[in-house]
């Protein structure tokens, strides 16, 4: 008999996400990552590096029991995994069209590991990895944190001490905070969220009739918009994501007033990674979580205010971040709260690293600034949902929203543009 392990509270709120999804959605909560193997790769040491990380990493060696999806719960780590590397003959060039597909099968989480890897070779040497892994084993930094470390063993560069030493996992996460003290801490979240719901102005977006049941995507990219951004954030003291945020939340606000008086606060929800603390900055689990923030935007105020009063409402947001998201559901239902206006995350990764979801194509060039339309891979999540990054230089905003056209998306994306750049230059 499986010992009962609860999920972590970053595990459960991947669950609560995927948990309805019918079968022709099962892949979305998928993610793929193309990585570039130094010169002269044999197969083996592939095979041999992931193997290594799936013997450190317990996250990439537990499956979930999830037949009572009001009580999951993650099996403890098996003592090995297989590690099935498929392996074809494929020009480096064929790698995102190979990670789509390998994205799109869906994962049996009771039966089989959350990961799976194609290695892309010309004869006996690899040349490109495609790593695939669905979202409840590992997040972005954490998979930020396996492409390191697999490149360290390729490199056969040296463990160090704290590598050496086993990883803590997910179940280990999930005994801290079901502790006296973290229900402790989960008692607080509930609370700030019950604050906040009391607090929080029903603004939502527009629907539009003739787009009800259709999402789009769309990436805006700009080197100018990121200088401007930077410039706005030495002034306000404020971090880069801040400042986006701002610009952002300005634009959203504009979108719901629709030509009328612009509402002078937002909900919105903000991804917390939830790794403030050493023990768990490098754990390898899915951590992130939405976490709710009242963003004041009063009429007058500028970028530079309105990002400062960003930052602050977000430590408030992120001090919360780790919280029960079925217990934060049923106060959500009590309270029939409106849904959050919109969602923002800015991806941080390790050591300033880009971010690597090989689910739709790569950027072409580097054109600036440039509006592109995606098919969305997935729709899981908030209805308007904003993922921003560094990438060398470039700011990227990637915007997925549903029941809005494109219309709507490419005006609130070019309105936050424009905001970036005019302030940026002034400032």
């Not at 948990?19 to 010169?39: G, I, K, M, Q, S």
């Not at 994962?107 to 790593?131: N, P």
């Not at 930094?141 to 990883?167: D, F, N």
Request: net charge neutral; hydrophobic share 45%; aromatic share 6%.
């Amino acid at each position: 008999m499986f010992q009962a392990i609860p999920l972590s509270l970053g595990q459960l709120s991947v669950w609560h996400d995927i948990r309805d999804l019918p079968p022709a959605r099962r892949h979305e909560p998928n993610n793929a990552a193309v990585w570039t193997l130094p010169a002269d790769t044999g197969v083996r040491q592939v095979h041999g590096a992931l193997d290594a990380l799936a013997r450190r990493h317990p996250s990439l060696r537990t499956r979930y029991d999830l037949t009572d999806p009001d009580a999951p719960r993650q099996l403890p780590a098996d003592e090995a995994a297989t590690v099935a590397l498929d392996r074809i003959e494929a020009d480096p060039g064929d790698a995102h069209t190979v990670a789509a597909e390998l994205a799109s099968r869906p994962f049996d989480l009771g039966s089989e590991h959350g990961w799976r890897a194609r290695l892309l070779t010309h004869g006996d040497t690899a040349r490109t990895l495609v790593f695939v892994k669905h979202h409840i084993v590992a997040d972005a930094w954490a998979q930020e944190l396996l492409r390191v470390q697999l490149s360290q063993a390729l490199a056969g560069a040296a463990p160090t001490p704290v590598a050496e030493a086993p990883a803590p996992g997910p179940a280990e996460l999930a005994a801290e905070q079901f502790s006296e003290a973290g229900l402790s801490r989960q008692a607080a979240a509930l609370r700030h969220w019950e604050r906040l719901h009391s607090d929080t102005p029903r603004t939502a977006l527009p629907h539009r009739p003739a787009d009800r049941g259709t999402a789009v995507q769309a990436t805006l990219r700009s080197a100018p918009a990121l200088s401007a951004a930077r410039v706005l954030a030495d002034r306000a003291g404020v971090s880069v994501a801040c400042v986006v945020l701002a610009a952002y939340a300005r634009s959203v606000a504009r979108l719901c007033a629709d030509g009328q008086a612009e509402p002078e606060a937002l909900h919105v929800q903000l991804m917390s990674s939830n790794r403030f603390t050493p023990r768990w900055k490098g754990l390898v689990t899915s951590m992130n979580q939405w976490a709710p923030a009242l963003l004041p935007l009063p009429p007058a105020t500028n970028l530079v205010g309105l990002a400062r009063a960003a930052h602050w409402s977000s430590l408030t947001a992120f001090r919360h971040g780790m919280h029960d998201v079925t217990a934060v559901a049923r106060l959500r239902d009590r309270a029939a709260a409106p849904e959050p206006t919109c969602a923002y995350n800015f991806v941080a990764l390790p050591d300033g690293a880009p971010a690597a979801d090989a689910t739709t194509a790569p950027d072409p060039g580097d054109q600036s600034p440039t509006l592109r339309w995606e098919t969305p891979f997935t729709t899981i999540g908030p209805r308007c949902y904003a993922r921003a990054d560094d990438i060398g230089g470039v700011l990227s905003v990637r915007l997925t929203v549903r029941d809005l056209g494109r219309d709507q998306a490419a005006a609130l994306l070019w309105d936050l543009h424009a905001r970036l750049l005019a302030e940026g230059k002034t400032a």
